[in-house]
T-cell receptor
Framework: KQEVTQIPAALSVPEGENLVLNCSFTDSAIYNLQWFRQDPGKGLTSLLLIQSSQREQTSGRLNASLDKSSGRSTLYIAASQPGDSATYLCAVGASGGSNYKLTFGKGTLLTVNP | DGGITQSPKYLFRKEGQNVTLSCEQNLNHDAMYWYRQDPGQGLRLIYYSQIVNDFQKGDIAEGYSVSREKKESFPLTVTSAQKNPTAFYLC???????????FGDGTRLSIL
């Protein structure tokens, strides 16, 4: 059974700092991996999706990497801003098509202080 | 604007009562999903559907039921058999299985 772990559980940084969020998974036979952001009391917003054949994806100040063989992904946030404060969730997708399911980590709560 | 609409935002259930959570999307997505989120926990999959009139159980389907009669709609019923229904329920959709999932703003269910 796939298990997804996110470290750290919480992170507080000053504005402008570059930071890395970590995600590890136990079964390397994945289809893809998705990073999401969740604001308090809200749904999730998709940030980046990395296919199993890819090594990284970039969107603006965000860069996600994937090392399938070691069961790890990182989300790099450059020049952090107070508006980046949220919970960041990693989710691993197994099997494409009709059997596709995501297994989520518990998230990292990020606070960016002005 | 295209998106996913969940209603109601807050819902209260009495003992022995069934309640239905609504999820509607106008993104023309084939796949739809229901998740449950408990404090300090990751999301857990309840049911999913890749096509109209077909759906599969997720990891925690007991005490829940769904239907998919229309592409746009995927309602979730929390039955009286679900003994611990208090949670935040999230609906999601994607173009197809494996694509980026788009989420609604959730329904918070509590017990009276």
């Amino acid at each position: 059974k796939q298990e997804v772990t996110q470290i750290p559980a919480a992170l507080s940084v000053p504005e402008g700092e570059n930071l890395v969020l970590n995600c590890s998974f136990t079964d390397s036979a994945i289809y893809n991996l998705q990073w999401f952001r969740q604001d308090p009391g809200k749904g999730l917003t998709s940030l980046l999706l990395i296919q199993s054949s890819q090594r990284e994806q970039t969107s603006g100040r965000l860069n996600a990497s994937l090392d399938k063989s070691s069961g790890r992904s990182t989300l790099y946030i450059a020049a952090s801003q107070p508006g980046d404060s949220a919970t960041y969730l990693c989710a691993v997708g197994a099997s494409g098509g009709s059997n596709y399911k995501l297994t989520f980590g518990k998230g990292t709560l990020l606070t960016v202080n002005p | 604007d295209g998106g996913i609409t969940q209603s109601p935002k807050y819902l209260f259930r009495k003992e022995g009562q069934n309640v239905t959570l609504s999820c509607e999307q106008n993104l023309n997505h084939d796949a739809m999903y229901w998740y449950r989120q408990d404090p300090g926990q990751g999301l857990r999959l309840i049911y999913y559907s890749q096509i109209v009139n077909d759906f599969q159980k997720g990891d925690i389907a007991e005490g829940y039921s769904v239907s998919r009669e229309k592409k746009e709609s995927f309602p979730l019923t929390v039955t009286s058999a679900q003994k611990n229904p208090t949670a935040f329920y999230l609906c999601a959709s994607s173009v197809s299985g494996g694509g980026p999932q788009h989420f609604g703003d959730g329904t918070r269910l509590s017990i009276l």
